[in-house]
Structure formats: structure tokens, C-alpha cells
């Protein structure tokens, strides 16, 4: 592949030569071998210049190309994903009482998730390596996004998926023609039939943390940030956890960039999960090096995981960039929908809208302060469960006759 060096496992270390695994270490199993990639980083640098960067019109993830694991450019998906929109909200700002707030958008992607990232990544590998089918599991946004890619590359799809999965997302997997599975039970229990499926009849899976490529899609969130605010990322960044995979792909992006020197530090990372659904949390807080399977229970759906796929490097990544994982309330999460709504004009699923529950929280706890600025990683738009934003509204609408004279009485206008 085009820089990449090695494959490594994250727990013994053993090392895969590049494109000879898309999976996990066979040594450690799928839980605690997932394997990291590693680039000729002296060589990538020098196609990854602030210079060279400034100068490419090509604005989407893809103007990363020498630090992602692609062989040939022409199995690259012609749907542009990437360079989503970074917000400064001077209202956030203000109503939180700190320095500068970002929001990076994700939403904005072609299925409305930061997940495209991985699964563009995904389709290329799949392409590369020759599959005949693919397949994954998800609680839906990774689902809706791989269905995507791979109708645009002709590869037949089967998709596990969990019972609760929302309806907006199940309506994606089905418009973009993939085989629905739907499994009477949890995100873990799909996650562990499709695993399971795709052994036993050599599917290729992009299921979380099983293909070590999806990080290096995800990681270039990170990438973008950096460039976007002009090289000097701010103190810290929030985002949702479920798996931990984007987790551990945005800080290794930004650890790559502070290695090929484009940053002059990386910020801190915070991971936010929902209390009903936070078993890397209570891991961090016994500092634990993995985490123990819980039972969950919480109206973000993309991020309800009871056995974390990606724990290891998750763990890792927090510890490393002097972050951490916190926790966050149902009603923590509908309140921060609405507040990132009326202060930003971002309307973000629950999954999402948990990064900015984080910031609020460590506000009131006193643990970011007015000399602190940070941005929020919005990983999916709020059409993707508009039940839960319609739970978030402060509001009923009104319900009028044709009539003007009702119109006033409704707004009690004088």
C-alpha cells in the first residue's frame, strides 16, 4: 500500500505484512488484537506539506491519500466524503462561558455520518482484495453508510443489525439495496452473528475494530481539523464513544500530525458515553486496561454497546493524549440537542449531541474554565433519529383555524 509499513497488534505486538490482514491478530482474537497501521512517516511527509496541502483543490478526505491505506486510487468511491464544515459559535461560546467553541459537522457527509469516512476506506480495501460479498454490523449509522458505499462499487451486502435499530436508518440500509438482517436482540449479540457469518462463508467485514482500516478513514476528521483551524487545534476535543473506534482515530490523527510536525501539539481528547451504556468509562475509572461487558440502556442508539470493540486502543489513545472518558445523562443528551440547535443551527442525534452533554457537564463541574476552548465532533445529524430530537423540541406547535383572529389568540398577541 502506498506508505504503509506495517500491521500491528495492539496487544502483542506481532506484526502483519500490509494487505496481508483485514482483521484482527490471530494470536489475541477479535476483542483484544485489533491491529494498528503504521506509514513510512519520513516519506509521507513529504507529500503532506502545509505548502502542498494549501495548494490541493481537492477537498475531501482523499487530499490525505499518503497517510491512508489505499493501493490504487481508482477504487476510491465517487461520493465525496470529507472537509465537512467547521463552525466557530461565538453563542456557545458565551453561554458556556469559554474561550472558543467549535463544531465540526459530520453531519454533512453523504449518508449524514462521520462513518463515510470509514466506510469509503472500507469499499476501496474490499475492492482491492477482491470480495464478492461484504458485510457488517451496526446499530445503524455504520450500516446505512457501508450499504451506500458498496452499491456504488457493485458488491452484494448483508447488513446485521440490530431490533432497535431506528427506523430513518433502517429506511437507508433498504433504498441503498442491501440484505437486511435484523436480529431479535442487541448491537453485541448482531455485531457477534455477523462475525460469526462472515467466517463461516468468507464475507469481508467492516465491522468495528474486526478491519483496522476504518480508523484510518475516521482519523481523518482529525486531519481536517488541524488544517482547517489553521494548524493550532484547540485545547480540547469532544466526542462521542460507543466502540471507540472513531476515538482511536482521531487521536491517532492527530498524533500524526504532531509527528510530521504540521501541529505543535495535539489537543486532549474526551470520550463521552451515555450512562446507560458506559463500560469504557467505568474501565478508565478503575484504570482498567479493558473493559467488562454491561447491559445498556439509553436513547442514543449509535453508541449503545455493551462489549466496546475497539476497547483496547480506546484506552489507549485517552491515556496518551492526557484526555479521558466521562459519562452523560439521557436527559443531559436531549437538553444538549437543543442547546446545540438554538446556539449553532446543528441539529445532532443523540449520539452525537453526547460530545456537547460532555462540555456542558465539565463546565459545571468546573473542569473547563473561560480560558479553555474546545471543539465538538458532530457525528450525526439529527434526521437519522428524529424521534429522539422531537423528544429534545422545548416546544408543541400550534394548532389553528384558517383564520387570522385564531392566529392571534394563539400567539396571545395584544
Known sequence: MHNVQILRCITCGRQYEPGASDTTCGDCGPLLGTLEVLYDYERAARSLSKAKLAADRRYDMWRYLPLLPIENADSIPQLMVGWTPVYRSKRLAA???????????DGRNPTASLKDRASAVAAARALEKGADVVTAASTGNAAASWSAFTAIAGLKTIIFVPQNAPPAKLAQLLI??????????????????????????????????????LGEGKKTAAFELCEQLNWDPPDYVFVGVGDGC????????????????LINRPPKLIGVQAEGAAPLVAAWKARAGQAESVTVSTLADSIAVGTPRDQVKCLRSARESGGGLMAVSD?????????????????????????????????????????????????????KDIGSVRKAAANEPLTVEPSLDEVERALTLP
Open 331 to 383: 436527559e443531559q443528551i436531549l437538553a444538549a440537542i437543543r442547546r446545540m440547535a438554538a446556539t449553532t443551527g446543528v441539529m445532532a442525534e443523540p449520539a452525537a449531541a453526547v460530545a456537547l452533554a460532555g462540555v456542558s457537564k465539565m463546565v459545571s463541574e468546573g473542569l473547563l474554565t473561560a480560558r479553555d476552548s474546545v471543539a465538538v465532533m458532530v457525528t450525526g445529524n439529527g434526521l
Open 95 to 105: 453561554d458556556l462561558g469559554l474561550k472558543a467553541v467549535w463544531v465540526k459537522d
Open 176 to 213: 441503498y439495496g442491501a440484505t437486511v438482517v435484523q436480529v431479535r436482540g442487541s448491537y453485541d449479540q448482531a455485531f457477534d452473528l455477523c462475525c460469526e457469518a462472515a467466517a463461516k462463508w468468507n464475507w469481508y467485514n467492516r465491522s468495528t475494530a474486526v478491519n483496522p482500516y
Open 246 to 261: 472513531i476515538f482511536q482515530g482521531l487521536w491517532k490523527g492527530f498524533k500524526e500530525f504532531f509527528t510530521l510536525g
